[in-house]
């Protein structure tokens, strides 16, 4: 995937001393860090601010001026000792961009009266002071260890970190208005300006206009090739190519012309109901090539699903999809295919399905088609244009961003994995499997006024979405996940 649509992270380094203590203990245990970190992740994504040992005021300027010029966009303040908690926690107020606290733990039984850092009683103190301060910062699960243990939380970080970095310079661009019934994709755009989001709203009109100025584009037999090569034997609609290769090389024109000051991109894409008669297709094996390329472009102008796809796409580094939670699984079907070979109940899985929006490296095969649904109205002809086949089995995230009607940020994350079983069906489509995926389905999707859509991340990247959603302020009681059996939803009745 090109990875031009999101930033590369540099984490600069601060190590922090309360004055009492042996400065000694911050600087050597700042240097077993970063030897840590390199020699496990290597030097790209990590800077050691060595201008001091941050213990006062004055330090704390000498420090941001450093990791500045270094052109670090992340902060991991390091508690190398208790730490001075006003000097620190103003590092993290004046740094701009995501920062980190981490703290070291004590080394050795043999080293506890000189040798104590106290960083365990500190990071109270630095967080006590963050909250006075108002100051966001990702603070690890347990924040405390060694070398080798910190450099790790780091590492864990950076995929926060670039998604933090990246919503800050994120242009999401919409063509139209949500298609008539799909009020579950109209949700007020308030909270994207909250987020640091710009977004730049245009009709539907302007797009074909665009598009009719690219016919005989001299690119387009090249971008034909492109998808000639990709598609392979599943080439069943060649002669849509062309409109095709006309309408990706739209909307990239469109991007570089119109992303302005912003530096990222995502699409929230009109495909229906006129876009069939007055395009001659429809838009999905483009919107899926585009995906594949970094750029993430939703269906139905899903704003908030398109927001979803772009932070999987950089908190997972690779292509996401946009699905439906669609139909349920025949009992039939899981009796012959899934009972008794998986370890999931019937209510445990469902189908996952769009149009043809999955790119075709997430696909087990894939043909061109046209769209079935869309064609039990309209001329086969102008419905062309599906990129279609089962999702490639393997582990996932199904996850989404959302505001609510009163514009208040909701989110979802569960981990789950698309089953190696043949759908039977048409679209990009997967036969998923989420553990307790019924009272999930209820308890927080139906419950929480979800709508239909939800972005996948090939993997289990459930750890940094929720630290992401927390950061840009999601309320944890807001954030819904797939409980265990015997943990009760508090919607949940006690006597079913």
Same mark, same amino acid.
């Given at each position: 995937?090109?990875?031009?649509?999101?930033?590369?992270?540099?984490?600069?380094?601060? &190590?922090?001393?309360?004055?009492?203590?042996?400065?000694?203990?911050?600087?050597?245990?700042?240097?077993?860090?970063?030897?840590?970190?390199?020699?496990?992740?290597?030097?790209?994504?990590?800077?050691?601010?060595?201008?001091?040992?941050?213990?006062?005021?004055?330090?704390?300027?000498?420090?941001?001026?450093?990791?500045? &010029?270094?052109?670090?966009?992340?902060?991991?303040?390091?508690?190398?000792?208790?730490?001075?908690?006003?000097?620190?926690?103003?590092?993290?107020?004046?740094?701009?961009?995501?920062?980190?606290?981490?703290?070291?733990?004590?080394?050795?039984?043999?080293?506890?009266?000189?040798?104590?850092?106290?960083?365990?009683?500190?990071?109270?103190?630095?967080?006590?002071?963050?909250?006075?301060?108002?100051?966001?910062?990702?603070?690890?699960?347990?924040?405390?260890?060694?070398?080798?243990?910190?450099?790790?939380?780091?590492?864990?970080?950076?995929?926060?970190?670039?998604?933090?970095?990246?919503?800050?310079?994120?242009?999401?661009?919409?063509?139209?208005?949500?298609?008539?019934?799909?009020?579950?994709?109209?949700?007020?755009?308030?909270?994207?300006?909250?987020?640091?989001?710009?977004?730049?709203?245009?009709?539907?009109?302007?797009?074909?206009?665009?598009?009719?100025?690219?016919? %005989?584009?001299?690119?387009?037999?090249?971008?034909?090739?492109?998808?000639?090569?990709?598609?392979?034997?599943?080439?069943?609609?060649?002669?849509?190519? &062309?409109?095709?290769?006309?309408?990706?090389?739209?909307?990239?024109?469109?991007?570089?012309?119109?992303?302005?000051?912003?530096?990222?991109?995502?699409?929230?894409?009109?495909?229906?109901?006129?876009?069939?008669?007055?395009?001659?297709?429809?838009?999905?094996?483009?919107?899926?090539?585009?995906?594949?390329? %970094?750029?993430?472009?939703?269906?139905?102008?899903?704003?908030?699903?398109?927001?979803?796809?772009?932070?999987?796409?950089?908190?997972?580094?690779?292509?996401?999809?946009?699905?439906?939670?669609?139909?349920?699984?025949?009992?039939?079907?899981?009796?012959?295919?899934?009972?008794?070979?998986?370890?999931?109940?019937?209510?445990?899985?469902?189908?996952?399905?769009?149009?043809?929006?999955?790119?075709?490296?997430?696909?087990?095969?894939?043909?061109?088609?046209?769209?079935?649904?869309?064609?039990?109205?309209?001329?086969?002809?102008?419905?062309?244009?599906?990129?279609?086949?089962?999702?490639?089995?393997?582990?996932?995230?199904?996850?989404?961003?959302?505001?609510?009607?009163?514009?208040?940020?909701?989110?979802?994350?569960?981990? %789950?994995?698309?089953?190696?079983?043949?759908?039977?069906?048409? %679209?990009?489509?997967?036969?998923?499997?989420?553990?307790?995926?019924?009272?999930?389905?209820?308890?927080?999707?139906?419950?929480?006024?979800?709508?239909?859509?939800?972005?996948?991340?090939?993997?289990?990247?459930?750890? &940094?979405?929720?630290?992401?959603?927390?950061?840009?302020?999601?309320?944890?009681?807001?954030?819904?996940?797939?409980?265990?059996?015997?943990?009760?939803?508090?919607?949940?009745?006690?006597?079913?």
């Amino acid at each position: 995937m090109n990875n031009k649509n999101m930033p590369n992270i540099k984490i600069g380094v601060v &190590a922090v001393s309360r004055d009492c203590f042996p400065e000694s203990l911050s600087v050597n245990r700042r240097k077993a860090l970063i030897d840590a970190y390199t020699a496990k992740y290597g030097e790209e994504h990590i800077y050691e601010c060595p201008i001091c040992i941050v213990e006062s005021e004055i330090h704390m300027v000498q420090a941001l001026e450093d990791v500045k &010029a270094a052109g670090c966009n992340a902060l991991a303040v390091y508690l190398g000792n208790f730490g001075p908690e006003i000097a620190e926690t103003l590092l993290a107020k004046h740094f701009d961009g995501p920062k980190m606290f981490v703290a070291a733990a004590e080394e050795s039984g043999d080293s506890l009266l000189d040798g104590r850092g106290d960083a365990y009683c500190g990071m109270l103190n630095a967080s006590y002071n963050l909250k006075l301060r108002n100051i966001k910062a990702y603070i690890p699960e347990y924040p405390v260890g060694t070398a080798e243990e910190c450099a790790d939380m780091i590492h864990e970080f950076e995929p926060i970190a670039r998604a933090i970095v990246a919503l800050n310079d994120l242009k999401i661009i919409s063509f139209g208005p949500r298609p008539l019934n799909f009020l579950a994709c109209n949700a007020p755009i308030k909270q994207l300006y909250n987020l640091g989001v710009e977004i730049e709203e245009n009709s539907e009109l302007d797009l074909f206009e665009a598009f009719n100025k690219h016919e %005989g584009d001299e690119r387009i037999p090249a971008v034909v090739a492109e998808m000639e090569a990709e598609l392979g034997e599943g080439n069943k609609k060649p002669e849509v190519l &062309a409109k095709l290769a006309q309408y990706e090389l739209t909307l990239k024109d469109w991007v570089e012309a119109h992303k302005g000051y912003r530096k990222y991109v995502a699409i929230a894409g009109k495909c229906w109901p006129a876009f069939q008669t007055q395009f001659g297709f429809v838009p999905c094996y483009v919107n899926s090539r585009l995906t594949a390329q %970094g750029i993430p472009v939703s269906c139905e102008v899903d704003i908030y699903g398109c927001l979803s796809e772009f932070i999987g796409t950089v908190v997972s580094e690779d292509v996401v999809t946009l699905l439906d939670i669609n139909n349920s699984v025949p009992a039939d079907m899981y009796n012959e295919d899934i009972k008794d070979k998986f370890p999931y109940t019937l209510k445990d899985t469902f189908m996952g399905f769009h149009c043809g929006n999955t790119a075709s490296c997430k696909l087990s095969f894939c043909e061109m088609r046209n769209q079935k649904i869309m064609a039990r109205s309209l001329p086969v002809e102008v419905t062309n244009g599906t990129l279609e086949g089962d999702i490639a089995p393997g582990d996932i995230t199904f996850f989404r961003l959302q505001s609510t009607a009163d514009a208040k940020l909701r989110a979802y994350i569960a981990h %789950g994995e698309v089953l190696p079983v043949a759908t039977r069906s048409f %679209g990009s489509i997967g036969i998923f499997a989420i553990p307790e995926m019924g009272r999930f389905y209820r308890h927080v999707l139906i419950e929480k006024n979800f709508p239909h859509h939800g972005a996948v991340a090939f993997g289990h990247y459930g750890k &940094a979405l929720y630290e992401v959603f927390k950061y840009i302020g999601v309320e944890v009681d807001e954030i819904g996940y797939n409980q265990p059996a015997g943990v009760r939803y508090p919607t949940e009745n006690p006597f079913a």
